[in-house]
């Protein structure tokens, strides 16, 4: 599966971004895809993912109750809506996916180039 993130920029803080993941495949929707980011000089670390169906997402406590994670399987492609952005949410984004249930980072099978968010103050 080839993961293409996009939808990165520079905002102010307050504002928001919505990222889409596409996938170069129709089994798509049979994986789970998570969200993960890091910020120059940290870890990677995780942000949301959600399951094949959509019908379960988890956040990082840093982002909860700010983003989304949505998914539509008809056209292959998760999203990840950011509202309220903050100067540290400021990372580059990357998508994953995997088939299996481990959903944390080192679970993930697939991993797209990322794509920069930057949070200015």
């Known amino acids: 599966v080839q993961l293409q993130a996009s939808g990165g920029g520079l905002v102010q803080a307050g504002g928001s971004l919505r990222l889409s993941c596409a996938a170069s495949?129709?089994?798509?929707?049979?994986?789970?895809v998570g969200w993960f980011r890091q910020a120059p000089g940290k870890e990677r670390e995780f942000v949301a993912v959600i399951s094949w169906s959509g019908g379960s997402r988890y956040y990082a406590d840093s982002v909860k109750g700010r983003f989304t994670i949505s998914r539509d399987n008809a056209k292959n492609t998760v999203y990840l809506q950011m509202n309220s952005l903050k100067p540290e949410d400021t990372a580059v984004y990357y998508c994953?996916?995997?088939?299996?249930?481990?959903?944390?980072?080192?679970?993930?099978?697939?991993w797209g180039k990322g794509t920069q968010v930057t949070v200015s103050s």
């Open positions: 994953a996916a995997t088939q299996g249930s481990n959903w944390y980072a080192d679970g993930m099978d697939y």
């Open positions: 495949e129709r089994t798509f929707s049979s994986y789970a």
